[in-house]
């Protein structure tokens, strides 16, 4: 079965600082790969995507994500961290089963910027 | 494009009774989505529509819950004689074909 893993509960980083969220991911075929950021009271918007290609993918606000077949990872990274960035950041897998393409979510990082 | 909308935004009721959530996707979106997160979890899908058909239920959805998309554009999501284990936010999310991407601020569900 399709499983996402967000080994991190929670991370503190201090502004302008690099970051990384780790996710790991179990999928049989090539993974669909989505991360997502969630701030308190509001829904999820998504950052970036990977279906195929470049394992690099560059997403808004300054993010990119790298996939690595060999380790099922597909880690989050920004190299300068902004306040505005505290926020919860969920990973996902798409599953195309059947007739429908669902989203299975990791139980997300909580980030917290210092000053 | 004005975005997912849901309605309302926090719902305060007591067990046993009735709820109904709505959304509204972004328009000619054809895809709709439902989703649960409870406290310190990532959403969990309920439920799938393509245009009016609901074509996939989750294990998670229990006889109480009912999804309907009548004529393709809103949805609403109804749980009947609520439990305290109903207590979540719900999200809802559309897209144009392809994968969930636009989701909605959600219906924070709390059950006194």
């Known amino acids: 079965a399709q499983s996402v893993t967000q080994p991190d509960i929670h991370i503190t980083v201090s502004e302008g600082a690099s970051l990384e969220l780790r996710c790991n991911y179990s999928y049989g075929a090539t993974p669909y790969l989505f991360w997502y950021v969630q701030s308190p009271g509001q829904g999820l918007q998504l950052l970036l995507k990977y279906f195929s290609g470049d394992t690099l993918v560059q997403g808004i606000k300054g993010f990119e994500a790298e996939f690595k077949r060999s380790q099922s990872s597909f880690n989050l990274r920004k190299p300068s961290v902004h306040w505005s960035d505290a926020a919860e950041y969920f990973c996902a897998v798409g599953s195309a089963g059947g007739a429908t393409n669902k989203l299975i979510f990791g139980t997300g990082t909580l980030l917290a910027v210092q000053p | 494009d004005t975005g997912v909308s849901q309605d309302p935004r926090h719902k305060i009721t007591k067990r046993g009774q009735n709820v109904t959530f709505r959304c509204d996707p972004i328009?000619?979106?054809?895809?709709l989505y439902w989703y649960r997160q409870t406290l310190g979890q990532g959403p969990e899908f309920l439920t799938y529509?393509?245009?009016?058909?609901?074509?996939?239920k989750s294990r998670l959805l229990s006889d109480r819950f009912s999804a309907e998309r009548p004529k393709g554009s809103f949805s609403t999501l109804e749980i009947q004689r609520t439990e305290q284990g109903d207590s979540a936010m719900y999200l809802c999310?559309?897209?144009?074909?392809?994968?969930?991407?636009?989701f909605g601020d959600g219906t924070r569900l709390s059950i006194l």
């Open positions: 529509f393509q245009n009016e058909a609901q074509l996939e």
């Open positions: 999310a559309s897209s144009f074909g392809g994968w969930p991407q636009h």
């Open positions: 328009s000619e979106h054809n895809r």
